[in-house]
C-alpha cells in the first residue's frame, strides 16, 4: 500500500522560505511521476510541481522561479523548496503521486497525502 507523508509547513512572513518533505513508501514502480498540489482557502486544487522517475520538473507559473522540486530516491523522500513566499502561496499543500500521469494531468494521481498547512502573512 502506497503511503504518501508531508511535512515542513508552517507559518512564515512574505519573503520567507520553507521546504516541505513527503516520505513515500510502499511505491514499487520503476516509472512514477511525483508532485506537489495546493489548495488555498475557498479556491480549488492546483497543481504546483511534478517529477518524474527520470527527473523531469514540470512548475505552475505562478511559482517558477521561486520553488524547486526535488528527490531523494535513497530515502524515498520528495521536496519542495519554496522561496520568497507570497501571502496568495497561502494553502493546504498536498503530495500525490502516480506511475502514469504527470505534469498538468496531476487531477488524475492516484495517490495522495493527507497535506501539510502553509501560511505566509504580509
Known amino acids: 500500500q502506497v503511503q504518501l507523508v508531508e511535512s515542513g509547513g508552517g507559518a512564515v512572513q512574505a519573503g520567507g522560505s520553507l521546504r516541505l518533505s513527503c516520505a513515500a513508501s510502499?511505491?514499487?514502480?520503476?516509472?512514477?511521476?511525483m508532485g506537489w498540489v495546493r489548495q488555498a482557502p475557498g479556491k480549488e486544487r492546483e497543481g504546483v510541481a511534478t517529477?518524474?522517475?527520470?527527473?523531469?520538473?514540470t512548475y505552475a507559473d505562478p511559482v517558477k522561479g521561486r520553488f524547486t522540486i526535488s528527490q531523494d530516491n535513497a530515502k524515498n523522500t520528495l521536496y519542495l523548496q519554496m522561496n520568497s513566499l507570497k501571502p496568495e502561496d497561502t494553502g493546504v499543500y498536498y503530495c500525490?503521486?502516480?506511475?502514469?500521469?504527470?505534469?498538468?494531468?496531476?487531477?488524475?494521481?492516484?495517490?495522495w497525502g493527507q497535506g501539510t498547512q502553509v501560511t505566509v502573512s504580509s
Open positions: 500525490a503521486a502516480d506511475h502514469l500521469y504527470c505534469g498538468n494531468r496531476w487531477r488524475y494521481f492516484g495517490y
Open positions: 510502499g511505491y514499487t514502480a520503476r516509472r512514477y511521476c
Open positions: 517529477i518524474n522517475s527520470i527527473g523531469s520538473t
